[in-house]
Each structure stands twice: as C-alpha cells, then as structure tokens.
C-alpha cells in the first residue's frame, strides 16, 4: 500500500490565518460596557477553537495540555483521547483529530491508530476507509498491533483499499504472534479456508486452539467441531463436548444447541436428560430455532419434564415465524392432528404450505390434506398469507 492520507496541516494553517481575519475585522465593532457586562455573566468567553478550554479540564489533564502544547507526542495523543471520548474535557471530535495527527506527524503509532479508528468508524470524522488504512498501514509499521488486525480486516474484505487476502494472513499472523486473540482467531479461519495462504488444517487447529484456551467463544466451538471430525487433530468426542460446553457457558447460541444434543445422546459427556433441557432452553432464549424446535418437543413428550403445550406451541410459532421449515412442518402438523394441540386446520394448512415451500417434502402430501378441510375463502386467504410471509427477525 503506497497511498498515505493527506496531512491536515494545512488545514489547521488556513483555519489561524481565518481566525485571525475574522478577529481583525470584528476588532472595532465592540458592544457597549454595559451589554459585555451583562454578556461576561450569562456566556463566558470562548476558547480559541485550535485549543480546548481549560476551564472545562481536570488538573491531570491541565498538565497534559501543557506537555502537548511543548510538543510532547504522548500528551498529545493523550489529550486526543480525552478530547475524543470525553473523560476530563469537554467532547471536541475536531480538536482529537488534530492533536492526534499532531502526534501521528511524529511518528507515534498509538496516535496513528486512533486517527485509523476515528476515520474507519466515522464516530469523530467522516468515514474514510481509504485513510483508515493509510493510517492503519503506518500504525501497523510501527509494531501497533491492533492496527495490524484492523488492517487485516480492510485487506480482506477489500473496503477502502484492494482486496489481498495474503498480506491480510501475514498481518493476523504478526498480530497473532503477539497474543491478539482475534487474530488467532482468524488466522486459523485463513489456515482453515485457505484464504491467502495454503490450507493447513493442522495449522488451523493450532491457532484455533490458542484462540479457544483465551475464552474465544467461536473459536472453542470451532475447536468442538474439528475435534468432532478429526480436522487438523486426533478425533475426540469428549474433547469436543468439553470445549462445547466451554462455549455454551459463554453465550455461543449454536455451541449450546450442540452441547445439549450431546447431553440428550450420551456423546463425550454422560447422558444427562435434564442438563439437555437447559441448553435447550438457554440456545432457545438466544433465538436458536432448533433449540426451540427440540425443547418443544421434550415439553410435548412429557417424558423428561413436565408436559406443556403451550409452551411447546409458543416456542414452535416463535421457530416458524423466524423461517425454520422444520419448526414449521412440526407446527403444521400438531395443529392439523389435534392430538397434542388444538386442531386448526386453516393454520395447519399455512404452516404445512410454508414447510413445503421451504424444501420440506414431507410437508406437501399434509399441505394437501389439510387443504381439503378449507373452504375456499379460507384457502384463498391463506395461499395469499403464505405467498407474502417474510422471515421475522430474531430482534423483531
């Protein structure tokens, strides 16, 4: 990457020379007394808009002002922060991009990063991936590891520079050999995909592993999945369920589901019919609908918990109306039964149409079946309900 973002030096020349103009010109226009006594008690003088008031910074940071302002590229990026998010001075997006570049001119990498985020999020400036990476790119240079990882993510995706999967895996590499755990992360995603280097499923266990022995909770859950096949590492079920388990305990929807699978099977873990039903639950409440679907069941099934059906309903609807086809044809077919569930065959017909829609071939002969129960308003509506169903978000 050869391009570097402009310096905002200029600009902060044009902007004295245009502050000095407009002082000149207001210079003889000055109100009576009595009105700048009355104007000095209700809106104090302001500060020079190339300094931040003082009156608003605390003694910690009044020193660090004074250090800035003697050149001192850490208080410089110091003050940036303080400036940028608030903490001990009043916010000044403007005033952080200028120290910051200040002490980024210098060669200060920390600064470097901070003016990468600020133009990468958009939160203090205009979003500018292009100067994200060139100053990511200089940060990176410097030995800043987040910037190497940041700049990884731009060199992947392709946004604000050209897409190099390969300089993208030297730098999640780098980044990784200094503990950055998300690059671990994603460096054995690389290994893995053979994304900008050779697929080397070893390699991609080893990094997956570092990742996972950090807390990563995607990276154990990986780690479970290529214990569970044997991907890169000797297969082993009961290591597979222990780094499920890992995951579940922090929150991995997905690993949840599959702990509680291995629970209900007595795979790598013993049996446990209970300990399945609460990462059922736990999967379910983080809108895992196959959870729900398997939860519903249980709870219809009455055999390892108390009988429910309306529960077991709501969590199939619930399934159903975010897309699964399974949750869908299992609703269709409760409610067109009546055994466990209330008969509904006008519902039964809309939930058995959506399953068949949705690749579900069971669910076509049941679809046709409950039709013949409809009249033929009924089946109007409920082809017209089917032909506009949108997937409801889990957030909805």
Request: hydrophobic share 40%.
């Amino acid at each position: 990457m050869t391009s570097s973002p402009p310096r905002p030096r200029k600009s902060v020349r044009a902007a004295c020379a245009a502050l000095a103009l407009a002082a000149t010109l207001a210079g003889p226009l000055l109100p009576p007394a009595s009105s700048l006594a009355l104007a000095s008690k209700a809106s104090p003088a302001q500060p020079s808009v190339l300094e931040p008031d003082e009156t608003t910074l605390s003694p910690k940071l009044r020193a660090i002002l004074t250090k800035a302002q003697s050149g001192d590229p850490h208080a410089q990026n110091e003050l940036g922060l303080a400036l940028a998010t608030g903490r001990g001075a009043s916010k000044a997006p403007a005033e952080a991009l200028r120290w910051w570049t200040l002490a980024a001119d210098k060669g200060l990498a920390a600064a470097q990063f901070n003016l990468g985020l600020a133009y990468d999020q958009g939160a203090l400036a205009q979003q500018n991936a292009t100067l994200a990476a060139g100053w990511y790119e200089k940060a990176a240079a410097g030995g800043n590891v987040p910037a190497m990882y940041n700049l990884a993510g731009l060199l992947h995706s392709g946004h604000g520079v050209p897409m190099n999967l390969g300089q993208a895996a030297k730098l999640y590499e780098t980044a990784a050999a200094h503990g950055h755990v998300k690059s671990m992360y994603n460096l054995a995603l690389a290994y893995a995909r053979g994304q900008g280097l050779q697929r080397d499923d070893a390699k991609a266990a080893h990094w997956m592993l570092k990742a996972a022995e950090t807390g990563h909770p995607r990276a154990q859950y990986l780690l479970a999945q290529m214990y569970a096949q044997g991907l890169g590492l000797p297969k082993d079920i009961a290591k597979s369920a222990h780094w499920l388990e890992k995951a579940a305990k922090a929150g991995h929807a997905r690993a949840q589901y599959s702990y509680a699978l291995h629970c209900q099977q007595g795979q790598g873990t013993p049996q446990n019919h209970q300990a399945a039903l609460h990462w059922y639950r736990q999967a379910a409440a983080n809108n895992h609908t196959g959870a729900m679907c398997n939860l519903a069941l249980a709870l219809l099934d009455g055999k390892n918990s108390a009988q429910n059906p309306a529960e077991a309903e709501r969590l199939l609807t619930s399934a159903a109306k975010m897309g699964d086809p399974k949750a869908q044809y299992n609703l269709g077919v409760l409610l067109l039964s009546g055994h466990e569930l209330t008969k509904n065959p006008e519902q039964a017909y809309y939930w058995l149409a959506l399953a068949a829609r949705h690749g579900q071939a069971e669910a076509h002969a049941l679809r046709d079946q409950a039709a013949k129960e409809l009249t033929r308003s009924q089946f109007e509506t409920q082809n017209a309900r089917v032909a506009s169903f949108k997937a409801k978000k889990p957030a909805e």
